[in-house]
């Protein structure tokens, strides 16, 4: 008896998967072509066989903000950056451009990915692109920034449409919540002596 590892399984298992799907096609026959006699003919779609066609994929819609970390590596202070699509923001001498965001929906495996683009402009030195491309919030490591002095990463991105971005910075603060005074005993039970300690 021989013994298969999980690859060598996972292959052939595979390979069954294609053989039963090649015996259960069909070819369909072309019709005859038509008499010269006879009006030409529109050929019939094929019977679906219970499936769905294939679904057609969509362009995820990309996030209107990108929240990013900044550190400044010297001091070792970390500053939140907010960074509307398309308008460039500044941390230090950094530049940061947020191009497209994006974060998957709830139900799936979290993950925020970001096209980024970030300009070096140093007083004694003129402005350079130290960064062009994608950060992944899950791997920050991955595509990271290049400098000696600070950092930048992707932490999250706001996939809601720019109408509820306004609405939500635009929304009052809440309410400050009054606590009873001690005069108000209404409906409180009073605690047995020595609770608590």
Not at 144 to 155: A, I
């Amino acid at each position: 008896m021989r013994i298969l590892t999980p690859a060598c399984a996972g292959l052939a298992l595979a390979a069954l998967a294609v053989a039963a799907y090649a015996q259960s096609a069909t070819v369909p026959i072309a019709p005859p072509p038509p008499s010269d006699s006879s009006p030409p003919s529109i050929p019939a779609p094929p019977p679906l066989d219970g499936e769905a066609p294939p679904a057609i994929p969509v362009a995820p819609q990309g996030g209107t903000v990108l929240q990013m970390r900044g550190l400044d590596k010297i001091t070792g202070r970390p500053t939140n950056v907010t960074a509307p699509i398309g308008k460039p923001v500044r941390f230090a001498t950094l530049t940061i451009t947020a191009r497209f965001c994006y974060s998957t929906p709830p139900s799936e495996t979290p993950e925020t990915a970001a096209f980024v683009q970030v300009e070096d402009h140093r007083p004694d030195q003129p402005a350079r692109k130290i960064f062009s491309g994608w950060m992944y919030a899950s791997s920050p490591g991955l595509n990271g920034v290049e400098h000696p002095l600070y950092d930048v990463w992707v932490l999250s991105c706001n996939n809601a449409p720019p109408s509820a971005v306004a609405a939500a910075s635009s929304a009052p603060a809440p309410a400050k919540v009054k606590a009873p005074d001690s005069s108000d005993r209404e409906g409180v039970a009073a605690l047995p002596e020595g609770a608590g300690q």
